[in-house]
T-cell receptor, first 112, second 112 residues
């Protein structure tokens, strides 16, 4: 899997949009961008994933640049419960590539 | 919603004890995974299973075994617990090995 680069930490005011960037300049054409988050002492929670089009679900939006070398996860109205470590992963969905590998992620702190 | 449950959130065992960690998913997923997560080492795959009674070794299977007698249940067994197996253990499931993995809440195991 290609590697990703994320800022180690970010703060965001409660109620504002949180924009979490991820660089994946060596991403291959068949690799998806996945986002998970992990609240302290809990299991990782799946957020969203995409290949090249922007995606939105009830939790977040994923914006992928046209060249696919970077992406941004957007939490539209951050709450205190969004405080967590956010992991950006690029992953090819083919057999032999079963395991997930998390990097160091971005520690997002929502400020009241 | 996908629901993955793990039998214990916290567990304390003695060196040499046999330890069973249970994972159950309610989404009729074919595939189940066991990871451990340690600070600085990230997520590491121990074993996964793509069908009942089938198992595949991950990156760190030594000291562990698994059992998948029913589709919804995947057990991780530490035959003789050692202190270096103190860790957060995470179970995940997916509809296929190349689809999104959903995690349980984790079991934090302390081996004394």
């Amino acid at each position: 899997d290609a590697k990703t680069t994320q800022p180690p930490s970010m703060d965001c005011a409660e109620g504002r949009a949180a924009n979490l960037p991820c660089n994946h300049s060596t991403i291959s054409g068949n690799e998806y961008v996945y986002w998970y988050r992990q609240i302290h002492s809990q299991g990782p929670q799946y957020i969203i994933h995409g290949l090249k089009n922007n995606e939105t679900n009830e939790m977040a939006s994923l914006i992928i640049t046209e060249d696919r070398k970077s992406s941004t996860l957007i939490l539209p109205h951050a709450t205190l419960r969004d405080t967590a470590v956010y992991y950006c992963i690029v992953r090819a969905l083919n057999f032999g590539n079963e395991k997930l590998t998390f990097g160091t992620g971005t520690r997002l702190t929502i400020i009241p | 919603d996908v629901k993955v449950t793990q039998s214990s959130r916290y567990l304390v065992k003695r060196t040499g004890e046999k330890v069973f960690l249970e994972c159950v998913q309610d989404m009729d997923h074919e595939n189940m995974f066991w990871y451990r997560q340690d600070p600085g080492l990230g997520l590491r795959l121990i074993y996964f299973s793509y069908d009942v009674k089938m198992k595949e070794k991950g990156d760190i299977p030594e000291g562990y075994s698994v059992s998948r007698e029913k589709k919804e249940r995947f057990s991780l067994i530490l035959e003789s617990a050692s202190t270096n197996q103190t860790s957060m253990y995470l179970c995940a499931s997916s509809s296929s090995v190349v689809e999104t993995q959903y995690f349980g809440p984790g079991t934090r195991l302390l081996v004394l």
